[in-house]
């Protein structure tokens, strides 16, 4: 990091410092000369295998989110509420073809494929719609976390820090363990409806929960949630026609129910068993670019609009005994079986070539189906010893897992991906089609203590052998050392060897335009070896963390925590083609074109191990509560990430060309934001709450594709784009007229905030107003809501 941005970094922690510190109005006197951890305290499970382990003890820097907090953000998909409470959380801005039906996320700016997500500390599946969408994320498979039902979530544990070591291979920048509700009484019903400021978008969301008692012995706690949203729009006019004919540039619309029961039954005084049940169904559809009516007028008259769909069944069960006397030991046997299975088709769409052959074509095609399951056990292992030759307790944790996984596609009707195949995507071709799978045997340990009264340490390790590419090893060492009871510092460090997905080796796609074509080639394909392909490799990390935590009043808290990710053989979308070559390549494949495609249009890529990343960053976080004795309390935040992504080394493939163009490079450095502040308060008095937060993104820097002219779809010249920096309002207003109701209204982007408009030659047929790529804020402009609560 550069000396100006650590200048920053310092400066703006001193001013966050000192505005959470100032309404304390307590003179040195009257400070307590001691921290006192507050009894409700957050216990985590994250990070740690000890019991009862409190967060803001952690040796990681991690982050305690409850339901209530995830409530009060307005927002109803999980993902949303997340980055209206962590900065370290992004997204793309949007996704235009199969990449728009799925919610991905990241953390630090990283591959959603580089974030594990756990659900009550299993492993949870991904998705097998992968991204396929042009930009940062092209090729992940990530978990889809909106499928889990956001009334059955208790809190969520967000780790801040690789933890490959601990949990797999893939956690190099985080876990996210969501943590279902466990009690055996009450629940909460609610709705909520609200729409953006454009008029569309319309938003309808429910959600239901309950506890029940199992006799005397066990517990069940069941939810449901439903959401409908409507399509949102914010395509320009059509320079073709001067009207507004496209609408592809928008959020699908979704239908979404989702459900999930979680308990747990005591067989005897010292042996439980537990479940956990999810299950998710989707529907969504978006459209595709305006076709013009001479496209095919004995079919069309009027032109068409292609609408992608997809149809998708989530699902998970755990099943589990665990214990604590198996020789003194606490332990845990279970087993997880968890799958996602899409549908994806194209309706109001044709085959051009079929048509100028037969005079006839089909308009409705299915595209493909696909699906990824994974089967995982595992057995875990932990006690305290108490040793005479040592001070202090040692805690001890042993593991083993075993993990099936497969990966399917399968083939488009005939029309879909024959002669060029359907308009705007095409099908899964029969060459492309198949099924791939793999086992994954692992064994960890884990060993933590204390070198002194005040000095915390643990250490971790991890095994792990694939079947398809063999062994992997990483380590972890966290320290913390408490200088009082109010000060301390701590620090990680952390290695990964993350193996590519069966997804990323073995995915393909083709979309199509008016006038040109793109799409991913499998890196083995023999498509892909003819652009300079070669087979992937793993990627190799390694992960340091610095920090301290800080309490120096009872009700303030501050964290701050600086880390450095290098990254090695990082699994990229490159290897860019266009021209002859790309239409050489897909020939190879056994794909063919639309005749109204331009030769200069046409690229293709693939994932390739592109180039060696660092990622620099800081997080600070700062909370301070307020007693205003008969005027109520108000709660003051503050969370700050600074990030920053350099490239040490791009690669070159087998034609001794570089892997990655001017665009890839800034889809890596400089789309995403360099810092992110969200700051505000939550003031609560009698029956009412008011809850005011101001979010700042940073500006980003874009190499976008020219659309118009000499230069048109170059892969070599792109159009310089910058987006200023942004701030958003977000507002709620609640009411509770009784013990049991709560009613909210509420705005996310209260004053309608939309990212700078992209410059003219990057504009497709001048359709195209924002940045679609960046990981800034995002297009729809202001939402607007009310909800009504009740809880029984």
Request: charged share 15%.
């Amino acid at each position: 990091m550069s000396l100006a941005s650590t200048r920053t970094v310092f400066g703006t922690f001193s001013v966050l410092t000192l505005s959470l510190a100032v309404p304390a109005e307590a003179s040195a006197a009257e400070q307590p000369t001691t921290y006192e951890a507050p009894e409700n305290e957050s216990i985590i499970v994250t990070g740690t295998r000890e019991t009862g382990k409190k967060a803001r003890a952690s040796l990681n820097p991690i982050d305690v989110v409850s339901s209530k907090d995830l409530s009060q953000t307005g927002q109803t998909n999980l993902r949303d509420a997340l980055m209206q409470i962590l900065p370290s959380v992004n997204r793309q801005t949007q996704g235009t073809t199969v990449g728009a039906l799925t919610d991905s996320i990241n953390l630090r700016g990283l591959s959603p494929n580089q974030t594990l997500v756990l659900v009550n500390g299993r492993r949870r599946h991904t998705t097998t719609n992968i991204q396929t969408d042009a930009g940062p994320f092209r090729g992940a498979t990530p978990v889809d976390i909106d499928l889990i039902p956001l009334s059955m979530i208790d809190h969520i544990e967000i780790l801040r820090d690789g933890a490959s070591a601990q949990y797999g291979s893939d956690a190099v920048a985080g876990v996210i363990n969501i943590i279902l509700k466990s009690s055996d009484h009450s629940g909460v019903i609610s709705n909520e409806a609200g729409a953006y400021g454009e008029g569309d978008g319309f938003t309808n969301s429910f959600n239901l929960d309950h506890g029940f008692k199992l006799g005397s012995r066990g517990w069940l706690h069941a939810g449901l949630s439903y959401l409908h949203r409507d399509r949102t729009n914010r395509t320009a006019p059509d320079i073709r026609t001067g009207q507004s004919n496209s609408k592809w540039i928008g959020d699908p619309l979704t239908d979404r129910i989702s459900a999930a029961i979680n308990g747990a039954y005591a067989l005897t005084n010292s042996i439980e068993a537990y479940t956990t049940l999810t299950y998710a169904h989707r529907t969504a559809n978006t459209f595709q670019i305006y076709r013009l009516p001479t496209t095919l007028p004995n079919v069309y008259p009027n032109g068409f609009s292609p609408t992608l769909g997809i149809t998708e069944n989530d699902y998970a069960a755990t099943f589990g005994l665990r214990g604590h006397n198996l020789a003194g030991w606490e332990w845990d046997l279970s087993s997880t079986y968890g799958g996602d299975r899409t549908n994806i088709g194209m309706t109001n769409s044709a085959n051009v070539n079929i048509y100028a052959l037969t005079g006839e074509t089909d308009t409705s095609f299915r595209l493909s189906n696909s699906a990824s399951q994974q089967f995982t056990n595992n057995f875990d292992l932990k006690r305290s010893f108490k040793p005479s030759f040592w001070a202090f307790p040692i805690n001890v944790a042993l593991g083993a897992e075993h993990r099936f996984e497969t990966y399917s596609i399968g083939r488009g009707s005939y029309e879909s991906y024959a002669n060029g195949g359907s308009q705007a995507v095409v099908g899964v071709q029969p060459e492309s089609a198949g099924t791939h799978s793999r086992v994954v045997y692992g064994v960890y340990g884990d060993v933590s203590t204390k070198l002194l009264p005040k000095w915390q340490i643990d250490v971790a390790g991890r095994f792990e052998h694939y079947t398809d590419f063999g062994n992997t090893e990483s380590g972890k060492i966290a320290t913390r050392y408490d200088f009082t009871k109010w000060f301390g510092i701590r620090g990680t460090v952390n290695n990964s060897i993350r193996a590519p997905t069966l997804a990323e080796e073995y995915h393909t796609s083709a979309t199509v335009t008016t006038t040109g074509a793109t799409g991913q080639l499998p890196p083995t394909s023999p498509g892909a070896r003819l652009l300079g392909a070669t087979a992937l490799k793993p990627e190799r990390s390694v992960n340091f963390t610095a920090g301290f935590v800080l309490h120096p009043l009872r009700n303030l808290d501050i964290t701050v925590d600086g880390y450095q990710i290098d990254i090695r053989d990082r699994i990229l979308d490159g290897g860019t083609y266009s021209g002859a070559l790309a239409v050489a390549a897909y020939e190879a494949n056994g794909r063919t074109l639309p005749s109204n495609v331009q030769l200069s249009g046409v690229s293709a890529s693939y994932l390739t191990n592109g180039a060696n990343t660092r990622t620099r960053g800081v997080d600070i976080t700062g909370k301070y509560k307020i007693d205003l004795h008969q005027n109520g309390t108000l709660m003051l935040d503050v969370a700050l990430n600074l990030n920053e992504t350099t490239i040490r080394h791009i690669g070159t493939n087998s034609l001794g060309r570089s892997l990655l163009n001017a665009q890839q490079i800034a889809y890596l450095t400089t789309a995403a934001p360099k810092n992110v502040l969200i700051f505000g308060g939550t003031w609560t008095t009698g029956q009412w709450s008011i809850s005011l937060h101001e979010m700042r993104y940073g500006h980003i820097f874009d190499q976008m594709t020219i659309q118009q002219g000499t230069n048109a779809y170059s892969s070599s010249i792109f159009q310089s784009y910058t987006q200023h920096a942004r701030f958003l309002t977000n507002l709620a207003v609640s009411y509770r007229p009784g013990n049991r109701w709560t009613v909210t209204v509420g705005a996310n982007n209260l004053f309608n905030t939309y990212p700078n408009k992209v410059p003219y030659a990057a504009s497709y047929y001048g359709q195209v107003k924002y940045d679609r790529y960046s990981q800034q804020i995002g297009i729809n402009g202001g939402f607007y809501y009310a909800n009504v609560a009740y809880r029984f």
